[in-house]
DNA sequence: GCGGTTATCGCAACCAGCCGCAATAGCGGG
DNA sequence: CCCGCTATTGCGGCTGGTTGCGATAACCGC
């Protein structure tokens, strides 16, 4: 029963051969950790996978849930936000990219589409060859609820 | 009563009267954290601030100089920016504001102008009503010498 | 100045995340 | 189908940073 049909995104027989392409396995945990990213496709934190996985298989780590973490993003197929609360979100890499609009007095989150933050990257990008990576780091402000608030 | 002339400079004397007008006390400890920060001019970590003012008061408590940032912060005296390193810096609040580029391949950091920035904020304001503090976070990505390297 | 209120301190415990190590188990070759 | 190489695991311990708590000491009113 070897890869058929080639559906949509990404088979799940299809990752593993992509993750022995690069001399990694494909081991029981590290599949674990890629179908838990998959249920909850949205942000999720290392914790949660961590132990979401445990409620199933306690024994384990969650330092092997890191570590996974970490593999797969080098291999492009997961990837890490920071948001404003010190703690780093984790989702499939081809969930398509968006960045983050934080809101720091109510804790909002909005997503914006890549095309409003694609200017600057583009100007980075001409003024001082930097190549930005905007969907890396939330923008934290105020959302228009709590800034008409304050200002009333 | 004597709180009163709000110079906009901030003169030793003015900032304790500021700490206290908001019920804040002006403690030593907190004395400390400011002039350490007002000697590394520049983007200093917590860590440096504590290990800086250890080597004189070697009592005090790491916690404390978090805790007082947080404070001096709160009172607008300070602020902090996220590097990428989950590493957060603190500078005195009148110290011009910039934004941040971070290489994550070689971890050069840059400084930008605020202008440069400002049409995202504008942009960000104008269709979600969300006022965007861009210098809050540092932008990542790849810096032009790194980005020609790894292309050649 | 003196005393009471209470912000702040130092301490110890805690939390997310990371690392070194010895044991385990994928994977490719025969 | 078995073997050996080595990536990966689980564990214990560590780091940078945060929090709860009882003790201490600024500040305000008298």
Redesign the pocket.
């Known amino acids: 029963m070897r890869a058929r049909a080639i559906t949509h995104a990404t088979p799940a027989e299809s990752i593993?051969e992509r993750?022995?392409?690069t001399?990694?396995?494909?081991?029981?945990?590290?599949r674990l950790?890629l179908e838990a990213l998959q249920q909850a496709k949205h942000h999720t934190?290392?914790?949660e996978i961590a132990s979401r996985i445990r409620r199933q298989?306690p024994?384990?780590?969650?330092?092997?849930v890191?570590?996974?973490?970490?593999?797969l993003e080098e291999l492009g197929l997961v990837t890490h936000t920071h948001f404003e609360d010190?703690?780093?979100r984790w989702h499939l890499a081809d969930a398509h990219r968006h960045g983050h609009l934080i809101c720091r007095s109510c804790g909002a989150e909005l997503e914006v589409p890549m095309s409003l933050l694609e200017p600057l990257a583009a100007k980075l990008r001409a003024k001082h060859g930097f190549v930005a990576d905007l969907a890396h780091s939330a923008v934290v402000g105020v959302c228009s609820a709590c800034a008409s608030v304050s200002s009333r």
Chains 1, 2 share one sequence.
Do not use: C, F, H, W
């Open positions: 593993g993750v022995r392409a001399g990694k396995r494909m081991t029981v945990q590290r950790v934190t290392a914790e298989y024994q384990i780590d969650p330092s092997t890191y570590r996974n973490l970490e593999a010190r703690v780093t």
